[in-house]
């Protein structure tokens, strides 16, 4: 049974949104502002979350960018349901790491579709990561010796351990940077590299043949320019 957390400070919606998504087989949790949530979250993670956005003590924006920063919440699918309808908030909400967004008032359908699609696709790519890692189990020791990254030195460092399923604040510390500078390398490398998001990266290093060097290199400080 999938685990759906909701996120609201309106009483009467979180109630009636829960019991909606209980009659269809799913668990649920709830929360009535961000900071709640994401210790809900830290203590038992849920396979997908909805979550408004204006909220007391911490909105949804905070509450997505916090839980992105961590490694169990890089990929949990993330859906907000906001009556913040500018293309402005509904781009800012993509933007922080969102997967998609919902303008109140809805039709409860719609949000079970867009819940159901999360879940699906979130599956396909965990099967994915999975056949990948079993592929490079696999792989004789003689395999050729992947092209060189078209990346500079610090990219390179920070490609690294990105792969390795790490955070841009773990990043930063093992690099000895900020996070804000762990994610403008990240967004070159995947600019250079033609990628969209970290799960294409990971998936590239593994199709390329890309292994950990045997002495990383994230002792070595990453230049800030």
């Given at each position: 049974?999938?685990?759906?957390?909701?996120?609201?400070?309106?009483?009467?919606?979180?109630?009636?949104?829960?019991r909606y998504?209980?009659?269809?087989?799913y668990?649920?949790q709830?929360?009535?502002?961000?900071?709640?949530a994401?210790?809900?979250?830290e203590?038992?993670?849920a396979?997908?979350?909805?979550?408004?956005v204006?909220?007391?003590?911490?909105?949804?924006?905070?509450?997505?960018?916090?839980?992105?920063a961590?490694?169990?919440?890089?990929l949990?699918?993330?859906?907000?349901?906001?009556?913040?309808?500018?293309?402005?908030?509904r781009?800012q909400?993509h933007?922080i790491?969102?997967?998609?967004?919902?303008?109140?008032?809805f039709?409860?359908?719609?949000?079970?579709a867009?819940?159901?699609?999360?879940?699906?696709?979130s599956?396909?790519?965990?099967?994915?990561?999975?056949r990948?890692?079993?592929?490079?189990?696999?792989?004789?020791?003689?395999?050729?010796?992947?092209?060189?990254?078209?990346?500079?030195?610090a990219?390179?460092?920070?490609?690294?351990?990105?792969?390795?399923g790490?955070?841009n604040?773990?990043?930063g510390?093992?690099?000895?940077?900020?996070?804000?500078?762990?994610?403008?390398h990240?967004?070159?490398?995947?600019?250079?590299?033609?990628?969209?998001?970290?799960?294409?990266?990971?998936?590239?290093?593994?199709?390329q043949?890309?292994?950990?060097?045997?002495?990383?290199s994230?002792?070595?400080?990453?230049?800030?320019?």
């Amino acid at each position: 049974m999938k685990k759906i957390l909701v996120v609201d400070d309106d009483t009467t919606l979180r109630t009636a949104l829960t019991r909606y998504l209980e009659k269809r087989r799913y668990l649920v949790q709830d929360a009535a502002s961000g900071v709640e949530a994401f210790k809900i979250f830290e203590q038992d993670p849920a396979d997908l979350i909805v979550s408004d956005v204006l909220m007391p003590e911490m909105d949804g924006y905070e509450f997505c960018r916090r839980l992105r920063a961590t490694r169990s919440g890089q990929l949990v699918p993330f859906i907000f349901l906001s009556s913040k309808s500018d293309i402005e908030d509904r781009v800012q909400g993509h933007s922080i790491g969102a997967d998609d967004y919902l303008i109140k008032p809805f039709e409860p359908k719609e949000l079970l579709a867009k819940i159901e699609a999360q879940l699906e696709r979130s599956r396909r790519m965990h099967s994915e990561i999975v056949r990948l890692m079993q592929q490079s189990k696999s792989i004789p020791a003689q395999i050729p010796t992947p092209p060189p990254l078209p990346l500079t030195p610090a990219e390179e460092k920070v490609f690294w351990e990105v792969i390795q399923g790490y955070t841009n604040k773990q990043i930063g510390d093992h690099l000895f940077v900020s996070p804000r500078t762990v994610q403008t390398h990240l967004s070159n490398i995947l600019s250079k590299l033609q990628l969209e998001n970290r799960s294409q990266l990971v998936r590239f290093a593994f199709e390329q043949g890309y292994r950990l060097p045997i002495e990383p290199s994230s002792q070595e400080e990453v230049a800030e320019n």
